[in-house]
């Protein structure tokens, strides 16, 4: 059974860029969540997404946004980005809306803002 | 924001002895998971307790849990140079918008010299 996968694994934009980071769930899991991890620091969650809708979002401005699809891969998008958007972006599947069966997490994509 | 808070930062070991790591939280918790990271990749789900959970084991991890001090710790034993990581705690957490979502500790960099 493929893991949750990450596309791309590695993106170098410009500021003011635009861009977007895929997310492919375990196949079953309905629930997908992004999270943004700086250098040095512990992740921190940007949105969950249940059945094709949002259920949480976190501290960050409406430059990100994110959605789901029928099939439950989901993508998630910044705008304008900024020299402090670098980060490791994270992407976790669960089986169900809460974290009661734990999460599983991809690879994560790096993106550097240059 | 950070919910918990690690100890201790760093810890440095030799193979084979034991390596234990603390989480302490704020608000109340569904459950607590504990997460490696290796090299700023993704991450690796450990164990998860929960809530009604004192003390769980898997493997050479022993995680306790003390909803009254609200902390955890995570016991990795017999430790070897594979074992070097980055360790999170992680909170799933009861009520409003917050349920569903982790939140992450700032990490122990665990160090084990072969």
């Known amino acids: 059974d493929a893991g949750v996968t990450q596309s791309p694994t590695h993106l170098i934009k410009t500021r003011g860029q635009q861009v977007t980071l895929r997310c492919s769930p375990i196949?079953?899991?309905?629930?997908v969540s992004w999270y943004q991890q700086v250098l040095g620091q512990g992740p921190q969650f940007i949105f969950q997404y249940y059945e094709k809708e949002e259920r949480g979002r976190g501290n960050f401005p409406d430059r990100f946004s994110a959605r789901q699809f029928p099939n439950y891969s989901s993508e998630l998008n910044v705008n304008a980005l900024l020299l402090g958007d670098s980060a490791l972006y994270l992407c976790?599947?669960?089986?169900?809306?809460?974290?009661?069966?734990?999460?599983?997490f991809g690879s994560g994509t790096r993106l550097t803002v240059v | 924001s950070q919910q918990g808070e690690e100890d201790p930062q760093a810890l440095s070991i030799q193979e084979g002895e034991n390596a234990t790591m603390n989480c302490s939280y704020k608000t109340s918790i569904n459950n607590l998971q504990w997460y490696r990271q290796n090299s700023g990749r993704g991450l690796v789900h450990l164990i998860l307790i929960r809530s009604n959970e004192r003390e769980k084991h898997s493997g050479r991890l022993r995680v306790t849990l003390d909803t009254s001090k609200k902390s955890s710790s995570l016991l990795i034993t017999a430790s070897r140079a594979a074992d070097t990581a980055s360790y999170f705690c992680?909170?799933?957490?009861?009520?409003?918008?917050?349920?569903?979502?982790?939140?992450f500790g700032q990490g122990t960099i665990l160090t084990v010299h072969p």
């Open positions: 196949s079953g899991h309905k629930s």
């Open positions: 992680a909170t799933d957490s009861t009520g409003g918008t917050s349920y569903g979502k982790l939140t």
């Open positions: 976790a599947s669960s089986l169900s809306y809460g974290g009661f069966y734990g999460y599983t």
